[in-house]
């Protein structure tokens, strides 16, 4: 679980730097509301009241879906589909596969995810991931707070108006 959540972390963190970044896909986030990307919200809470209702369902079945992997049912085997590869890959759909109780916690990318037979290579990659996700967990919570208290979330010492800091170099 604290894998899963350490991912979130990391995507939303991401998010953050990302946008502060300006960078912005092309196109509609929504074309009902005439919503474009470049029109999103710089603000980690702004950014996600921006995102209509519909877009959050949207999110929500397709996480329901990666983690259920009903996706790849035979029915529908999904846009990623190899019938045989470098490495011998009989089937790895775009959902992945679905959490049984035989795998780990969070092992639901298919056979193309990158495994360690090693148990000490696995266990180190592991808790890298966790440290990782644990970093990205304070990252993120950081910047929540920093904006309920009124500043910038990537620059906090902007002052209450939420501005950059001034360049150290010109």
């Given amino acids: 679980m604290e894998i899963k959540h350490g991912r979130a972390a990391m995507l939303g963190f991401v998010h953050i730097l990302v946008t502060h970044a300006g960078i912005r896909l092309p196109g509609y986030l929504s074309l009902g509301n005439d919503l474009k990307f470049v029109d999103m919200p710089i603000g980690c ?3 996600l009241e921006a995102v209509p ?3 959050w369902l949207q999110i929500m079945v397709t996480t329901c879906m990666v983690e259920t992997g009903a996706g790849n049912l035979p029915e529908f085997p999904g846009p990623g589909t ?3 590869g470098p490495m011998g890959l009989k089937k790895a759909g775009f959902f992945g596969e ?3 109780d035989d795998k780990q916690p969070g092992d639901i990318g298919g056979p193309l995810w990158m495994r360690y037979d090693d148990p000490e290579v696995k266990t180190y990659k592991l ?3 966790r440290n990782n996700g644990r970093a990205a967990m304070m990252g993120i919570t950081g910047c929540l707070v920093h904006e309920l208290l009124g500043v910038d979330a990537l620059y906090p010492t902007g002052g209450l108006g939420g501005a950059a800091p001034p360049p150290i170099f010109s």
């Fill in 45 to 47: 809470f702004a950014s």
């Fill in 53 to 55: 209702t519909a877009g």
């Fill in 82 to 84: 190899v019938l045989a």
């Fill in 98 to 100: 679905p959490q049984t």
């Fill in 127 to 129: 808790n890298i991931e």
